[in-house]
T-cell receptor
Framework: DAGVTQSPTHLIKTRGQQVTLRCSPK?????VSWYQQALGQGPQFIFQ???????QRGNFPDRFSGHQFPNYSSELNVNALLLGDSALYLC??????????????????FGDGTRLSIL | QKEVEQDPGPLSVPEGAIVSLNCTYS??????FMWYRQYSRKGPELLMY????GNKEDGRFTAQVDKSSKYISLFIRDSQPSDSATYLC?????????????FGTGTRLTIIP
């Protein structure tokens, strides 16, 4: 049973560029959340997708955008990269609903992240 | 002030010792409390979760929540070198699968053989 997979593993970009990170959720999961983890810090919530819509958003600028596809996979896009965007970007998946109802208390499972370095 | 405070350590203890890790929080709306373990170059792995106040035990791990003090703890008994990792506390207001998680900064733990 494949867990959460993220690609690429590492990425180096320069200031001002744009980047797209990808996430495939754990089998059976329908909800994807994205977090940013700066060095020496805990993960910070960026946003969450369920049924292809952004359900919640953290305190991140509009340069951060996302998408969820019908197969539940997701992308995180960051425009106009800044040096401060250098971080580990984590994707977490969970089971949010059964098609008709939200399901309670299903834990979020994390991938190993994409390490983004901005030069 | 951060919503969740966690001593970043580092914390070094000898093998076999009891380890105590703690977090405090300020948002009284938090209802679910989690502990994640993160090895170097890996994503966080859920160890335990508890709802509201009380204790929960799973093998060598015990999680405690005191909502009146806004204080949570994770105890590790008979610590092993394989327990060396960063431990993150996390919290959410409700159903934690569909809610954003608010994390502490993480405590870096080293178990010395």
């Amino acid at each position: 049973d494949a867990g959460v997979t993220q690609s690429p593993t590492h990425l180096i970009k320069t200031r001002g560029q744009q980047v797209t990170l990808r996430c495939s959720p754990k089998s059976g999961h329908d909800t994807v959340s994205w977090y940013q983890q700066a060095l020496g810090q805990g993960p910070q919530f960026i946003f969450q997708y369920y049924e292809e819509e952004e359900r919640q958003r953290g305190n991140f600028p509009d340069r951060f955008s996302g998408h969820q596809f019908p197969n539940y996979s997701s992308e995180l896009n960051v425009n106009a990269l800044l040096l401060g965007d250098s971080a580990l970007y984590l994707c977490a998946s969970s089971l949010g609903g059964d098609g008709a109802h939200l399901i309670s208390n299903q834990p979020q499972h994390f991938g190993d992240g994409t390490r983004l370095s901005i030069l | 002030q951060k919503e969740v405070e966690q001593d970043p350590g580092p914390l070094s203890v000898p093998e076999g010792a009891i380890v105590s890790l703690n977090c405090t929080y300020s948002n009284s709306a938090f209802q679910y409390f989690m502990w994640y373990r993160q090895y170097s170059r890996k994503g966080p792995e859920l160890l335990m979760y508890t709802y509201s106040s009380g204790n929960k035990e799973d093998g060598r791990f015990t999680a405690q929540v005191d909502k009146s003090s806004k204080y949570i703890s994770l105890f590790i008994r008979d610590s092993q070198p394989s327990d060396s990792a960063t431990y993150l506390c996390a919290m959410s207001r409700s159903n934690f699968g569909n809610e954003k998680l608010t994390f502490g900064t993480g405590t870096r733990l080293t178990i010395i053989p």
